[in-house]
């Protein structure tokens, strides 16, 4: 019996594994595909009653990143959400009720890498941050008017939601939206999943 395709590993480094992909046609033939893989990434939205949460990091060399969410990499071992509950831990030292919000595939099929948005309501302190000792990471709290005079300034680094948030603005006022981002909204949930997710169902 012929195997019609065989895979194995070309590079494996600290992020990517490039993997090539032999596959066999019916007249005999070989053909080589490539793809790459990383782990997924995980993103959250830290919401309270009076603001959002967002961190300004500083990087070597002077890079900054200001008005970002909490994010980081699915390790090996757990899903999307245990990823997105850790970090908050790490990196804020609270917990909260964490809803997924989307899944985008950004790269399509040439690189395997998924990003699952989450938003984290009602957060409140749980325990002492446990950052990386390299990090350099301040939380700010910002109120519901001025996270949108960000989003409208094109100031929160994260392009993907403040897109998504743009898109929702115009379909429901300012007002709902806060109160979605604080309480929660069916509605706008559906709205988001329905026209910006990669797939149907909630991330593994």
Same mark, same amino acid.
């Given at each position: 019996? !012929?195997?019609?395709?065989e895979?194995?590993?070309?590079?494996?480094?600290?992020?990517?594994?490039?993997?090539?992909?032999?596959?066999?046609?019916?007249?005999?033939? $070989?053909?080589?595909?490539?793809?790459? $893989?990383?782990?997924?990434?995980?993103? *959250?939205?830290?919401?309270?009653?009076?603001?959002?949460?967002?961190?300004?990091?500083?990087?070597p #060399?002077? *890079?900054?990143? $200001?008005?970002?969410?909490v994010? #980081? /990499? *699915?390790?090996?071992?757990?899903?999307?959400e245990?990823a997105?509950?850790?970090?908050?831990?790490?990196?804020?030292?609270?917990?909260?009720?964490?809803?997924w919000?989307?899944?985008?595939?950004?790269?399509?099929?040439? !690189?395997?890498?998924?990003?699952?948005?989450? !938003?984290?309501r009602?957060?409140?302190?749980?325990?002492e +941050?446990?950052?990386? +000792?390299?990090?350099r990471?301040?939380?700010?709290s910002?109120?519901?008017?001025?996270?949108?005079?960000?989003l409208?300034? /094109?100031?929160?680094?994260? $392009?993907?939601?403040?897109?998504?948030?743009?898109?929702?603005e115009?379909?429901?006022?300012?007002?709902?939206?806060?109160?979605?981002?604080?309480e929660?909204?069916?509605?706008?949930?559906?709205f988001?999943?329905?026209?910006?997710?990669?797939?149907?169902s909630?991330?593994?």
């Amino acid at each position: 019996m !012929i195997k019609r395709e065989e895979e194995r590993v070309v590079y494996q480094g600290r992020l990517f594994t490039l993997r090539e992909i032999v596959r066999r046609e019916y007249d005999g033939r $070989e053909r080589v595909y490539e793809y790459a $893989e990383r782990p997924d990434t995980i993103a *959250v939205l830290v919401t309270q009653h009076s603001g959002v949460i967002l961190l300004h990091e500083e990087q070597p #060399g002077g *890079v900054q990143r $200001e008005a970002s969410l909490v994010y #980081g /990499k *699915v390790e090996p071992g757990e899903n999307a959400e245990e990823a997105a509950m850790r970090e908050v831990r790490e990196e804020l030292g609270m917990q909260g009720r964490l809803d997924w919000l989307f899944t985008l595939q950004p790269c399509g099929k040439s !690189i395997r890498w998924r990003i699952h948005q989450y !938003i984290m309501r009602h957060a409140v302190a749980c325990c002492e +941050p446990s950052r990386e +000792p390299g990090e350099r990471i301040r939380a700010v709290s910002v109120s519901y008017e001025d996270f949108f005079q960000l989003l409208h300034a /094109k100031r929160l680094d994260w $392009e993907s939601l403040q897109l998504i948030l743009f898109l929702a603005e115009e379909t429901y006022s300012r007002e709902r939206l806060m109160m979605f981002l604080r309480e929660g909204d069916e509605e706008i949930h559906h709205f988001i999943q329905e026209r910006f997710t990669c797939s149907s169902s909630t991330p593994l």
